[in-house]
């Protein structure tokens, strides 16, 4: 940049005199060219200050730069978000949420409250004195009960549902063998339920204890003969189809029986089933009983 030392002519707006042009004379800076660019320097100065030169950015330009646009935010994470502001409800504290128990396999436990119902019988003279299925000697006089499948030693509540007496017996027998009826009581135990005048009484039956009646081995009785050969006849025509068979010897008081009894089947359950079966395809009335191996065959009942 050259500065010429002849006269230089600056125009400024004064606040006073507005249209009077004011000229500075710098021919006396012409030797000193370092000062008349100082000089020009404060000038430019002083008219960027006053009237706002073109220099400046517009106020359009002077505003601040936006961010970018975010992108869509997913809609799984603004449902998210959403549900971190909600205010939880809050959890009553007398039902704190329990923390979670170990899984373990339960180990096979006896049927709480096993009990079924059905007509109950009673028996006394002729079988008293007589060996019972257990192999004990029959006493009318104790509370003991008849079951066809219930474990010997189990002990029942045996409660009379026509009038609400109850007793407890202990099972030491097999029977009875009559397919309306679930249980012989003892003439003690016919007293304590007030059934002995009405011979037969609906009753519910409790086992009691830690006994699992279900399990053990079970067979099903087709039927009962005077006449041994009767027996062996229908065993012959059930062979072929069925195994084992059975024929036991029951030594009663009116004489000698002949029980044919069919299958060896493990579990109560599993042996009702095949006595279905048999009921549907031979016509029998079956009755399904446990087998007590080791034991007299037959006994009182």
């Known amino acids: 940049m050259k500065i010429s030392p002849e006269t230089v002519s600056v125009t400024w707006h004064s606040p006073k005199r507005a249209s009077q042009p004011q000229l500075v004379q710098l021919s006396h800076f012409s030797h000193k060219p ?41 809609a799984e994470t603004a449902d998210g978000a959403k549900r971190s502001t909600d205010i939880p409800e809050p959890s009553p504290a007398s039902s704190p949420t329990p923390s979670p128990k170990r899984s373990k396999t339960a180990p096979a436990s006896v049927p709480s409250g096993y009990a079924e119902e059905g007509n109950a019988s009673w028996y006394g003279v002729p079988f008293h004195g007589r060996h019972a299925s257990n192999g004990e000697i029959y006493d009318m006089y104790k509370l003991t009960a008849a079951h066809r ?15 609400g007496k109850s007793t407890v ?11 309306n009826r679930i249980i012989d009581l003892s003439l003690a135990a016919a007293r304590e ?15 009691l204890g830690g006994v ?25 025509r059930l062979s072929s189809s069925y195994s084992p068979i059975f024929i036991q010897q029951y030594d009663s008081p009116d004489g000698v029986f002949y029980r044919v009894r069919v299958g060896r089947i493990s579990g109560e359950d599993a042996a009702h089933q095949f006595g ?9 009335t079956p009755l399904v009983t446990r087998l007590d191996e080791g034991l007299p065959a037959g006994g009182n009942r």
């Open 193 to 207: 339920v007030d059934s002995i005048d009405a011979g037969v009484v609906p009753v519910r039956v409790e086992v």
């Open 149 to 163: 499948t219930l474990p010997f030693e189990t002990m029942v509540r045996v409660t009379n549902l026509s009038n």
């Open 276 to 284: 279905e079966q048999l009921r549907d395809r031979q016509g029998f």
């Open 169 to 179: 017996v202990r099972i030491t027998d097999r029977g009875p063998f009559v397919d």
């Open 212 to 236: 699992d009646p279900t399990v053990g081995s079970f067979t099903v009785q087709v039927g009962a003969f005077r006449d041994r050969g009767n027996a062996e006849r229908l065993r012959d």
């Open 34 to 74: 370092r000062l008349v660019l100082c000089a020009l320097c404060f000038l430019c100065v002083l008219c960027v200050n006053s009237s706002g030169c073109a220099s400046r950015k517009p106020i359009a330009d002077r505003r601040p730069t936006l961010p970018a646009q975010p992108s869509e935010t997913p």
